[in-house]
Protein backbone atom coordinates (compact mmCIF):
# COMPACT_ATOMS: atom_id res chain seq x y z
CA UNK A 1 0.00 0.00 0.00
CA UNK A 2 2.85 2.18 0.95
CA UNK A 3 5.18 1.08 -1.99
CA UNK A 4 1.97 1.89 -4.48
CA UNK A 5 1.55 5.53 -2.92
CA UNK A 6 5.35 6.04 -3.21
CA UNK A 7 5.06 5.23 -6.76
CA UNK A 8 2.55 7.75 -7.39
CA UNK A 9 3.99 10.65 -4.79
CA UNK A 10 7.64 10.13 -3.68
CA UNK A 11 7.60 13.20 -2.16
CA UNK A 12 5.26 12.82 0.96
CA UNK A 13 7.85 11.98 3.92
CA UNK A 14 4.81 10.89 5.95
CA UNK A 15 4.63 7.87 3.56
CA UNK A 16 7.99 7.16 3.51
CA UNK A 17 8.10 7.24 7.40
CA UNK A 18 5.21 4.89 7.47
CA UNK A 19 6.86 2.46 4.88
CA UNK A 20 9.99 2.41 7.19
CA UNK A 21 7.71 1.68 10.47
CA UNK A 22 6.69 -1.35 8.49
CA UNK A 23 10.51 -2.81 7.44
CA UNK A 24 10.98 -2.53 11.25
CA UNK A 25 7.96 -5.02 11.68
CA UNK A 26 9.24 -7.10 9.01
CA UNK A 27 12.79 -7.05 10.14
CA UNK A 28 14.23 -5.30 7.18
CA UNK A 29 16.40 -2.80 9.56
CA UNK A 30 18.41 -1.98 6.57
CA UNK A 31 15.28 -0.78 4.17
CA UNK A 32 13.85 0.45 7.16
CA UNK A 33 16.85 2.73 7.74
CA UNK A 34 16.76 3.88 3.91
CA UNK A 35 13.20 4.69 4.02
CA UNK A 36 13.52 6.98 7.27
CA UNK A 37 16.59 8.84 6.15
CA UNK A 38 14.11 9.58 2.81
CA UNK A 39 11.72 10.92 5.34
CA UNK A 40 13.92 13.14 6.71
CA UNK A 41 15.34 14.83 3.47
CA UNK A 42 12.02 15.51 2.59
CA UNK A 43 11.47 17.08 5.97
CA UNK A 44 14.26 17.65 8.44
CA UNK A 45 11.47 17.71 10.86
CA UNK A 46 10.06 14.39 10.79
CA UNK A 47 10.26 12.85 14.16
CA UNK A 48 8.86 9.59 13.79
CA UNK A 49 11.55 9.17 10.85
CA UNK A 50 14.41 10.31 13.47
CA UNK A 51 12.89 7.86 16.30
CA UNK A 52 12.35 5.10 13.61
CA UNK A 53 15.77 5.08 12.14
CA UNK A 54 17.22 5.22 15.73
CA UNK A 55 15.04 1.77 16.29
CA UNK A 56 16.42 0.01 12.94
CA UNK A 57 20.38 1.19 13.67
CA UNK A 58 19.60 -0.37 17.48
CA UNK A 59 18.24 -3.50 16.27
CA UNK A 60 21.51 -4.25 14.56
CA UNK A 61 23.63 -3.24 17.15
CA UNK A 62 24.67 0.23 15.62
CA UNK A 63 23.81 2.24 19.31
CA UNK A 64 25.87 5.34 18.35
CA UNK A 65 23.93 6.34 15.23
CA UNK A 66 20.73 4.99 17.52
CA UNK A 67 21.66 8.21 19.87
CA UNK A 68 22.22 10.87 17.56
CA UNK A 69 18.87 9.92 15.99
CA UNK A 70 17.02 10.13 19.44
CA UNK A 71 18.79 13.30 20.47
CA UNK A 72 17.39 14.98 17.53
CA UNK A 73 14.13 13.39 18.30
CA UNK A 74 14.08 15.34 21.82
CA UNK A 75 15.88 18.17 20.21
CA UNK A 76 12.20 18.77 18.15
CA UNK A 77 10.22 17.17 20.87
CA UNK A 78 11.71 17.87 24.21
CA UNK A 79 9.12 16.61 25.95
CA UNK A 80 8.79 13.32 24.64
CA UNK A 81 9.13 10.55 26.87
CA UNK A 82 9.30 7.62 24.96
CA UNK A 83 12.70 9.23 23.26
CA UNK A 84 13.87 10.03 26.45
CA UNK A 85 13.43 6.99 27.79
CA UNK A 86 15.51 4.90 24.84
CA UNK A 87 17.85 7.96 25.13
CA UNK A 88 18.86 7.05 28.38
CA UNK A 89 19.15 2.95 27.50
CA UNK A 90 21.03 3.11 24.55
CA UNK A 91 23.68 5.75 25.99
CA UNK A 92 23.60 3.31 29.13
CA UNK A 93 24.37 0.28 26.68
CA UNK A 94 26.66 2.44 24.94
CA UNK A 95 28.74 2.89 27.85
CA UNK A 96 28.41 -0.60 29.17
CA UNK A 97 30.18 -2.40 24.93
CA UNK A 98 32.68 0.53 25.50
CA UNK A 99 33.77 -0.57 29.44
CA UNK A 100 33.35 -4.46 27.86
CA UNK A 101 35.37 -3.93 24.39
CA UNK A 102 38.15 -2.26 26.63
CA UNK A 103 38.32 -5.03 29.29
CA UNK A 104 37.84 -8.00 27.21
CA UNK A 105 41.43 -6.77 25.58
CA UNK A 106 42.94 -8.22 28.67
CA UNK A 107 43.74 -11.38 29.42
CA UNK A 108 41.16 -12.58 31.41
CA UNK A 109 40.75 -16.03 33.06
CA UNK A 110 37.54 -17.40 30.73
CA UNK A 111 34.29 -17.74 32.74
CA UNK A 112 34.04 -21.50 32.36
CA UNK A 113 37.14 -22.05 34.57
CA UNK A 114 36.33 -19.72 37.18
CA UNK A 115 33.08 -21.79 37.28
CA UNK A 116 34.23 -25.20 37.21
CA UNK A 117 36.79 -24.16 40.34
CA UNK A 118 33.92 -22.62 42.38
CA UNK A 119 31.97 -26.27 41.80
CA UNK A 120 35.14 -28.00 42.37
CA UNK A 121 35.04 -26.36 46.00
CA UNK A 122 31.79 -26.84 46.91
CA UNK A 123 30.31 -23.88 46.05
CA UNK A 124 26.55 -23.01 44.91
CA UNK A 125 25.24 -25.57 46.97
CA UNK A 126 21.68 -27.54 46.12
CA UNK A 127 19.39 -26.35 48.98
CA UNK A 128 17.89 -28.39 51.10
CA UNK A 129 14.61 -28.18 50.44
CA UNK A 130 15.03 -28.10 46.72
CA UNK A 131 12.57 -31.10 44.84
CA UNK A 132 13.59 -30.47 41.47
CA UNK A 133 15.36 -32.54 38.72
CA UNK A 134 18.60 -33.90 39.87
CA UNK A 135 21.13 -35.19 37.38
CA UNK A 136 22.03 -38.78 38.34
CA UNK A 137 24.88 -39.46 41.26
CA UNK A 138 27.59 -39.86 38.76
CA UNK A 139 26.63 -36.15 37.75
CA UNK A 140 25.04 -36.85 34.32
CA UNK A 141 21.54 -36.31 32.53
CA UNK A 142 19.30 -39.17 32.10
CA UNK A 143 16.26 -39.29 29.82
CA UNK A 144 14.19 -39.08 33.53
CA UNK A 145 16.09 -35.86 34.44
CA UNK A 146 15.27 -34.09 31.33
CA UNK A 147 11.38 -34.94 31.81
CA UNK A 148 11.22 -34.11 35.00
CA UNK A 149 13.21 -31.15 33.73
CA UNK A 150 10.42 -30.24 30.91
CA UNK A 151 8.19 -30.55 33.81
CA UNK A 152 9.33 -28.19 36.05
CA UNK A 153 9.97 -25.31 33.52
CA UNK A 154 6.63 -26.32 32.77
CA UNK A 155 5.48 -25.26 35.87
CA UNK A 156 7.33 -22.14 35.92
CA UNK A 157 10.16 -23.17 38.22
CA UNK A 158 14.03 -22.38 37.69
CA UNK A 159 16.60 -25.15 38.80
CA UNK A 160 19.34 -24.59 41.06
CA UNK A 161 22.31 -22.19 39.60
CA UNK A 162 24.50 -25.44 40.29
CA UNK A 163 22.58 -28.20 38.19
CA UNK A 164 22.65 -24.95 35.24
CA UNK A 165 26.36 -24.79 35.75
CA UNK A 166 26.79 -28.44 35.48
CA UNK A 167 24.54 -28.82 32.35
CA UNK A 168 26.30 -25.67 30.59
CA UNK A 169 29.75 -27.28 30.61
CA UNK A 170 28.47 -30.76 29.99
CA UNK A 171 27.59 -29.15 26.43
CA UNK A 172 30.30 -27.13 26.42
CA UNK A 173 32.98 -29.87 26.35
CA UNK A 174 30.72 -31.52 23.65
CA UNK A 175 30.20 -28.90 21.53
CA UNK A 176 33.89 -27.14 21.12
CA UNK A 177 34.84 -30.68 19.73
CA UNK A 178 32.79 -30.52 16.72
CA UNK A 179 33.93 -28.63 14.02
CA UNK A 180 32.05 -25.35 12.24
CA UNK A 181 30.29 -27.45 10.21
CA UNK A 182 29.23 -30.71 11.81
CA UNK A 183 28.82 -34.04 9.61
CA UNK A 184 25.56 -35.75 10.33
CA UNK A 185 23.94 -39.29 8.67
CA UNK A 186 20.66 -40.14 8.65
CA UNK A 187 20.68 -43.81 8.73
CA UNK A 188 18.32 -46.29 7.40
CA UNK A 189 15.29 -45.87 8.77
CA UNK A 190 15.25 -43.48 10.98
CA UNK A 191 14.54 -39.35 10.34
CA UNK A 192 16.19 -36.27 11.40
CA UNK A 193 13.85 -32.68 11.92
CA UNK A 194 15.23 -29.79 10.89
CA UNK A 195 13.76 -27.06 13.27
CA UNK A 196 14.28 -23.23 12.36
CA UNK A 197 13.95 -20.21 15.33
CA UNK A 198 12.07 -20.86 19.31
CA UNK A 199 13.32 -17.65 20.30
CA UNK A 200 12.25 -18.14 23.73
CA UNK A 201 8.77 -19.24 23.41
CA UNK A 202 9.25 -22.24 25.78
CA UNK A 203 5.34 -23.64 25.82
CA UNK A 204 5.67 -23.81 21.96
CA UNK A 205 9.44 -25.55 21.82
CA UNK A 206 7.41 -28.06 24.41
CA UNK A 207 4.52 -28.81 21.85
CA UNK A 208 6.91 -28.84 18.96
CA UNK A 209 8.66 -31.71 20.94
CA UNK A 210 5.59 -33.19 21.21
CA UNK A 211 5.42 -33.52 16.57
CA UNK A 212 9.23 -34.34 16.31
CA UNK A 213 9.42 -36.82 19.30
CA UNK A 214 12.52 -36.36 21.71
CA UNK A 215 16.11 -36.90 20.58
CA UNK A 216 16.67 -40.68 21.02
CA UNK A 217 19.81 -43.05 19.97
CA UNK A 218 17.14 -43.45 16.94
CA UNK A 219 15.77 -39.61 16.27
CA UNK A 220 17.89 -36.82 15.75
CA UNK A 221 16.80 -33.33 15.95
CA UNK A 222 18.75 -30.46 14.48
CA UNK A 223 18.06 -26.75 16.20
CA UNK A 224 19.05 -24.41 13.34
CA UNK A 225 19.89 -21.28 15.93
CA UNK A 226 18.25 -18.36 17.67
CA UNK A 227 16.83 -20.41 20.88
CA UNK A 228 16.79 -17.51 22.79
CA UNK A 229 15.98 -13.58 22.77
CA UNK A 230 12.71 -12.00 22.13
CA UNK A 231 10.98 -15.15 24.22
CA UNK A 232 10.75 -14.60 27.53
CA UNK A 233 11.83 -18.45 28.27
CA UNK A 234 14.75 -18.52 26.66
CA UNK A 235 16.93 -20.01 29.60
CA UNK A 236 14.15 -22.81 29.65
CA UNK A 237 14.97 -23.69 25.96
CA UNK A 238 18.42 -23.90 25.44
CA UNK A 239 19.34 -25.67 28.81
CA UNK A 240 16.85 -28.41 27.57
CA UNK A 241 18.79 -28.43 24.47
CA UNK A 242 22.36 -28.24 26.32
CA UNK A 243 20.86 -30.78 28.63
CA UNK A 244 19.85 -33.01 25.35
CA UNK A 245 23.16 -32.45 23.43
CA UNK A 246 25.31 -33.73 26.62
CA UNK A 247 22.71 -36.96 26.92
CA UNK A 248 22.88 -37.65 23.22
CA UNK A 249 25.92 -35.87 21.52
CA UNK A 250 25.01 -37.75 18.18
CA UNK A 251 21.88 -37.15 18.36
CA UNK A 252 20.57 -33.28 18.67
CA UNK A 253 22.81 -31.14 17.07
CA UNK A 254 22.71 -26.88 18.08
CA UNK A 255 23.92 -24.38 15.36
CA UNK A 256 24.11 -21.12 15.83
CA UNK A 257 22.04 -18.55 14.91
CA UNK A 258 22.57 -14.20 14.75
CA UNK A 259 20.87 -14.62 18.39
CA UNK A 260 23.55 -16.38 19.96
CA UNK A 261 25.54 -13.39 20.18
CA UNK A 262 26.76 -11.38 22.98
CA UNK A 263 25.58 -7.87 20.38
CA UNK A 264 22.06 -9.37 20.23
CA UNK A 265 21.55 -10.52 23.77
CA UNK A 266 22.26 -7.05 25.35
CA UNK A 267 19.01 -5.83 22.98
CA UNK A 268 16.41 -8.82 23.06
CA UNK A 269 16.61 -10.07 26.25
CA UNK A 270 18.29 -13.08 26.99
CA UNK A 271 21.09 -11.29 29.11
CA UNK A 272 18.62 -9.90 31.12
CA UNK A 273 16.81 -13.29 31.69
CA UNK A 274 19.97 -15.03 32.34
CA UNK A 275 20.94 -12.55 35.28
CA UNK A 276 17.12 -12.19 36.30
CA UNK A 277 16.66 -16.19 36.68
CA UNK A 278 21.03 -17.32 37.54
CA UNK A 279 22.85 -14.53 37.56
CA UNK A 280 25.18 -12.36 35.73
CA UNK A 281 28.34 -15.02 35.79
CA UNK A 282 25.48 -17.49 34.83
CA UNK A 283 24.82 -15.42 31.28
CA UNK A 284 29.31 -14.74 31.35
CA UNK A 285 29.04 -18.68 31.13
CA UNK A 286 26.31 -19.36 28.77
CA UNK A 287 27.92 -15.98 26.68
CA UNK A 288 31.29 -17.61 26.22
CA UNK A 289 29.46 -21.19 25.32
CA UNK A 290 27.51 -19.92 22.86
CA UNK A 291 31.03 -19.31 20.75
CA UNK A 292 31.52 -22.58 20.87
CA UNK A 293 28.15 -23.71 18.67
CA UNK A 294 28.66 -24.88 15.31
CA UNK A 295 28.18 -22.30 12.08
CA UNK A 296 26.30 -25.37 9.87
CA UNK A 297 25.67 -28.97 9.51
CA UNK A 298 25.67 -30.51 6.71
CA UNK A 299 23.23 -34.12 6.95
CA UNK A 300 23.41 -36.27 3.92
CA UNK A 301 21.08 -39.48 3.56
CA UNK A 302 22.08 -43.04 4.01
CA UNK A 303 20.23 -44.33 0.59
CA UNK A 304 19.82 -43.48 -2.77
CA UNK A 305 16.88 -41.43 -3.70
CA UNK A 306 14.10 -43.42 -4.11
CA UNK A 307 12.97 -43.72 -7.99
CA UNK A 308 9.36 -43.38 -7.81
CA UNK A 309 9.51 -40.37 -5.43
CA UNK A 310 8.50 -37.34 -6.29
CA UNK A 311 11.57 -35.28 -7.03
CA UNK A 312 12.22 -32.45 -4.20
CA UNK A 313 13.83 -30.57 -5.97
CA UNK A 314 13.91 -31.59 -9.83
CA UNK A 315 17.15 -33.26 -11.02
CA UNK A 316 18.60 -33.23 -7.45
CA UNK A 317 22.35 -32.03 -7.25
CA UNK A 318 23.69 -35.49 -5.57
CA UNK A 319 27.07 -36.49 -3.36
CA UNK A 320 28.10 -39.76 -4.18
CA UNK A 321 24.43 -40.85 -5.42
CA UNK A 322 22.89 -39.47 -2.47
CA UNK A 323 21.06 -36.11 -1.33
CA UNK A 324 22.88 -33.93 1.16
CA UNK A 325 21.62 -30.65 2.82
CA UNK A 326 23.65 -27.79 4.35
CA UNK A 327 21.60 -26.43 7.07
CA UNK A 328 23.03 -22.79 8.29
CA UNK A 329 21.13 -19.81 10.07
CA UNK A 330 21.26 -17.22 7.81
CA UNK A 331 22.38 -18.27 3.90
CA UNK A 332 25.31 -17.89 1.37
CA UNK A 333 28.45 -15.90 0.55
CA UNK A 334 29.41 -12.52 -0.74
CA UNK A 335 32.61 -14.80 -2.23
CA UNK A 336 31.21 -16.98 -5.41
CA UNK A 337 34.22 -19.54 -4.24
CA UNK A 338 33.38 -20.51 -0.40
CA UNK A 339 34.01 -24.51 -0.70
CA UNK A 340 32.67 -26.84 2.63
CA UNK A 341 36.25 -27.79 3.61
CA UNK A 342 36.88 -23.70 4.07
CA UNK A 343 33.18 -23.82 6.24
CA UNK A 344 34.44 -26.84 8.21
CA UNK A 345 37.93 -24.87 9.13
CA UNK A 346 36.70 -21.54 10.41
CA UNK A 347 37.88 -20.70 13.89
CA UNK A 348 34.44 -19.73 15.31
CA UNK A 349 35.78 -20.23 18.53
CA UNK A 350 39.27 -17.57 18.22
CA UNK A 351 36.83 -15.25 16.87
CA UNK A 352 33.71 -15.67 19.49
CA UNK A 353 31.72 -12.92 17.86
CA UNK A 354 30.18 -12.60 14.10
CA UNK A 355 31.07 -8.97 13.52
CA UNK A 356 29.78 -6.77 10.67
CA UNK A 357 31.46 -9.20 7.67
CA UNK A 358 33.17 -12.06 7.09
CA UNK A 359 32.13 -15.78 5.91
CA UNK A 360 31.00 -16.07 9.76
CA UNK A 361 28.56 -12.93 9.75
CA UNK A 362 26.93 -14.07 6.38
CA UNK A 363 26.58 -17.36 7.34
CA UNK A 364 24.56 -15.85 9.99
CA UNK A 365 22.76 -12.67 8.66
CA UNK A 366 22.16 -12.94 5.08
CA UNK A 367 18.97 -13.62 3.58
CA UNK A 368 18.11 -15.14 0.25
CA UNK A 369 16.70 -12.59 -2.59
CA UNK A 370 14.26 -12.78 -5.68
CA UNK A 371 16.19 -10.88 -8.14
CA UNK A 372 20.02 -12.96 -9.80
CA UNK A 373 23.02 -11.86 -8.06
CA UNK A 374 23.62 -10.42 -4.56
CA UNK A 375 22.56 -7.65 -3.55
CA UNK A 376 22.49 -4.64 -0.27
CA UNK A 377 20.89 -6.33 3.04
CA UNK A 378 17.24 -5.61 3.96
CA UNK A 379 18.73 -5.79 7.23
CA UNK A 380 21.27 -4.14 7.08
CA UNK A 381 23.85 -6.84 7.63
CA UNK A 382 25.30 -9.07 5.36
CA UNK A 383 23.76 -9.28 1.61
CA UNK A 384 21.13 -10.97 -0.07
CA UNK A 385 21.87 -13.66 -2.92
CA UNK A 386 19.89 -14.43 -5.28
CA UNK A 387 18.43 -18.20 -6.98
CA UNK A 388 21.54 -18.16 -9.45
CA UNK A 389 23.69 -17.57 -6.27
CA UNK A 390 22.28 -20.71 -4.71
CA UNK A 391 22.22 -22.82 -8.14
CA UNK A 392 26.01 -22.11 -8.18
CA UNK A 393 27.25 -22.78 -4.91
CA UNK A 394 24.88 -25.92 -4.70
CA UNK A 395 26.05 -27.24 -7.56
CA UNK A 396 30.07 -26.72 -6.98
CA UNK A 397 29.62 -28.05 -3.66
CA UNK A 398 27.45 -31.38 -4.41
CA UNK A 399 24.81 -29.99 -2.12
CA UNK A 400 20.92 -30.57 -2.53
CA UNK A 401 19.12 -27.92 -0.97
CA UNK A 402 20.05 -25.48 1.20
CA UNK A 403 18.35 -25.25 4.22
CA UNK A 404 18.29 -21.75 6.49
CA UNK A 405 15.82 -20.04 9.12
CA UNK A 406 16.25 -16.46 10.31
CA UNK A 407 13.13 -14.88 8.86
CA UNK A 408 9.53 -15.36 9.54
CA UNK A 409 7.60 -17.25 7.48
CA UNK A 410 3.59 -16.80 7.51
CA UNK A 411 3.06 -20.40 6.76
CA UNK A 412 6.22 -21.34 9.03
CA UNK A 413 8.07 -22.38 6.06
CA UNK A 414 9.14 -21.79 2.21
CA UNK A 415 11.00 -23.72 -0.83
CA UNK A 416 12.16 -20.65 -3.00
CA UNK A 417 15.23 -20.93 -6.10
CA UNK A 418 13.61 -23.48 -7.98
CA UNK A 419 13.23 -25.98 -4.78
CA UNK A 420 17.24 -25.29 -4.03
CA UNK A 421 16.35 -23.11 -0.89
CA UNK A 422 14.07 -23.87 2.12
CA UNK A 423 13.21 -21.50 4.90
CA UNK A 424 12.04 -22.92 7.92
CA UNK A 425 10.96 -20.61 11.05
CA UNK A 426 9.68 -22.71 14.71
CA UNK A 427 8.04 -20.06 16.50
CA UNK A 428 4.55 -19.70 16.11
CA UNK A 429 2.89 -16.35 16.38
CA UNK A 430 6.20 -14.97 16.52
CA UNK A 431 6.12 -12.48 19.32
CA UNK A 432 2.40 -12.69 20.11
CA UNK A 433 2.11 -10.44 17.21
CA UNK A 434 2.87 -11.45 13.94
CA UNK A 435 -0.42 -14.91 13.31
CA UNK A 436 2.37 -16.87 11.56
CA UNK A 437 2.05 -20.72 11.63
CA UNK A 438 5.48 -22.32 12.91
CA UNK A 439 7.18 -25.58 11.04
CA UNK A 440 9.75 -28.08 10.76
CA UNK A 441 11.19 -30.34 8.14
CA UNK A 442 11.57 -33.97 8.16
CA UNK A 443 14.60 -35.65 6.13
CA UNK A 444 14.59 -39.48 5.73
CA UNK A 445 17.03 -41.86 4.88
CA UNK A 446 16.57 -41.12 1.32
CA UNK A 447 16.80 -37.71 1.58
CA UNK A 448 13.15 -36.48 1.01
CA UNK A 449 11.52 -33.81 2.89
CA UNK A 450 8.59 -33.21 4.08
CA UNK A 451 6.93 -30.22 6.17
CA UNK A 452 4.91 -29.88 9.41
CA UNK A 453 2.98 -26.63 10.42
CA UNK A 454 1.85 -26.17 13.48
CA UNK A 455 0.19 -23.25 16.12
CA UNK A 456 1.22 -21.43 18.60
CA UNK A 457 0.60 -22.76 22.53
CA UNK A 458 -1.10 -20.84 25.27
CA UNK A 459 1.45 -19.10 27.98
CA UNK A 460 1.80 -17.86 31.32
CA UNK A 461 1.00 -13.99 31.30
CA UNK A 462 4.51 -12.74 30.51
CA UNK A 463 4.87 -10.45 27.46
CA UNK A 464 7.79 -10.87 24.93
CA UNK A 465 10.79 -9.10 25.74
CA UNK A 466 10.02 -8.98 29.47
CA UNK A 467 13.31 -8.81 30.27
CA UNK A 468 14.83 -6.64 27.89
CA UNK A 469 14.88 -3.59 30.00
CA UNK A 470 14.54 -0.13 28.29
CA UNK A 471 14.71 -1.92 24.50
CA UNK A 472 11.43 -3.32 25.00
CA UNK A 473 9.77 -0.32 23.73
CA UNK A 474 11.65 0.30 20.73
CA UNK A 475 9.07 -1.72 18.88
CA UNK A 476 11.34 -3.85 16.85
Not at 93 to 109: P, T, V, W, Y
Not at 298 to 322: E, F, I, M
Not at 422 to 432: G, H, L, R
Request: hydrophobic share 40%.
Amino acid sequence: LYTASLNKNPFDPIVWSNRAAVRLKLEEFGLGIADASEAIELDSRAVKAYFRRASANLAIMKPKAAVTDLKKVLQLEPNNVQAKTQLEATQKLLRRIQFEAAISAKDEIPTSHKIRDQLSQGASPIEADYAGPRLSPEGLPTVEFVDDLLNWFKDGKVIPRRIAWEIVLGAYDVLKAEPSMVDCDVPDGQTINVIGDTHGQFYDFLHLLSLTGKPSPTHTLLFNGDFVDRGSWSTEIVIVLFTYKWLYPRNIFLNRGNHETSDMNKVYGFEGEAKKKYSEMTYKLFEEVFTALPLSTLVTAALPPKLDASPNPKNPTLHDGRKRFFVVHGGLFSREDVLLDEIKAVDRMKQKQPGQEGIMCEMLWTDPQDQAGRGPSKRGVGIGFGPDVTRRWTTKNQVTAVIRSHEVRQGGYSVEHDGLLITVFSAPNYVDQVGNLAAFVTIDSTGEMSFTTFKEQPHPPIRAMAYAGGMGGLGF
